[in-house]
């Protein structure tokens, strides 16, 4: 079968002929891959970098997607068994692991939402149990990730949305989308920390952290530093975009009563995982939640892989 083959750690994959797939029994389901999104995780998984990669190689890069099983179900699918992937005609994967598509849902969209918009559902539901009316704040808005982030948070009743991104013209299309104050994190952390204690002044229940780095540092300082009585912080981290590593003083944590904790792979049961991913659908649906996106086939994987376009999530698609 065709399929984005990655020979080796570093390499980007290249298109090709790749072993066709077998179910291996009951519990394990064959898909028919229709449209695969291309994401950070599948990147990093790809070069070696990210904590849940193979060592086998080579392999299908994807870590998700959408197509049909052989009984014509349509499917959102996720983690296919190594050495298979999403982006390929066929992948195998535990039946588990596979979620109804509703109907109005098109599985480009499907593809494209449903990694980014589970990790905010989960982050807000699994880990920080939003509840209506809190106040959250969303530490890098502006991805296709955080605007879906400022959308969920939203559509489960947040009662004040605070964003934070490096680009102005971001800051406005998620001011759109309906966040109510938005912070541009520029070069002057004094004057970036002081607009974050601010808003922690005022009362934040619940940071959404894609960035890390710099701005989660200040982020994290400010609050202990904000003289809020006691407000307990759910910061929950989601991404590195910014950083792997950070600089904490101890007392900032003894100083405040900030929850720090994580919403990932690990963090998250799977069951509760796909879960989430039903609910966004359902939202999605019922919503109208968006996500820019751009089509792909997945014969051009070696041009587009590398591709930055602009908030756009590219979605490799098969025909």
Excluded at 12 to 21: A, I, K, L, V
Excluded at 31 to 48: D, P
Excluded at 94 to 118: H, R, Y
């Amino acid at each position: 079968m065709r399929a984005a083959v990655v020979a080796s750690a570093g390499k980007g994959p290249t298109y090709g002929e790749f072993p066709e797939p077998a179910a291996s029994g009951a519990g394990e389901a064959r898909i028919n891959v229709t449209a695969s999104a291309l994401s950070h995780v599948t990147r990093s998984r790809a070069a070696g970098g990210h904590y849940s990669a193979a060592a086998t190689f080579p392999f299908v890069p994807g870590i998700d997607g959408a197509g049909r099983l052989d009984d014509g179900r349509r499917v959102y699918f996720i983690l296919p068994r190594a050495p298979w992937g999403g982006m390929a005609e066929r992948t195998v994967a535990p039946a588990s692991n596979c979620v109804p598509i509703p109907d109005e849902l098109d599985d480009i969209t499907a593809a494209a939402i449903a990694n980014p918009g589970m990790s905010s559902w989960a982050a807000f539901s699994e880990r920080a149990r939003l509840k209506p009316g809190e106040t959250v704040l969303v530490n890098g808005a502006t991805g296709t990730a955080g605007r879906l982030a400022v959308q969920i948070a939203k559509h489960l009743g947040a009662g004040k949305v605070v964003t934070t991104g490096r680009s102005e013209e971001g800051l406005r299309q998620v001011a759109r989308l309906g966040a109510d104050v938005t912070i541009p994190l520029g070069e002057d952390p004094a004057a970036l920390e002081d607009q974050f204690r601010a808003q922690f002044a005022a009362r934040v229940d619940v940071v959404i952290d894609y960035l890390w780095g710099g701005s989660a540092e200040r982020l994290l300082i400010a609050a202990a530093k904000s003289g809020a009585d006691a407000v307990p912080i759910r910061f929950v981290q989601v991404g590195s975009a910014s950083g792997a590593d950070i600089t904490l003083p101890s007392a900032v944590l003894r100083a405040s009563a900030i929850e720090l904790m994580g919403s990932g792979i690990g963090s998250v049961a799977p069951d509760r995982m796909l879960a989430a991913i039903g609910s966004l659908f359902a939202a999605s649906v019922a919503a109208g939640l968006t996500i820019a996106t751009r089509a792909v086939p997945l014969s051009n994987v070696e041009k587009a892989w590398s591709d930055d376009d602009g908030g756009r999530r590219i979605v490799f698609t098969v025909a």
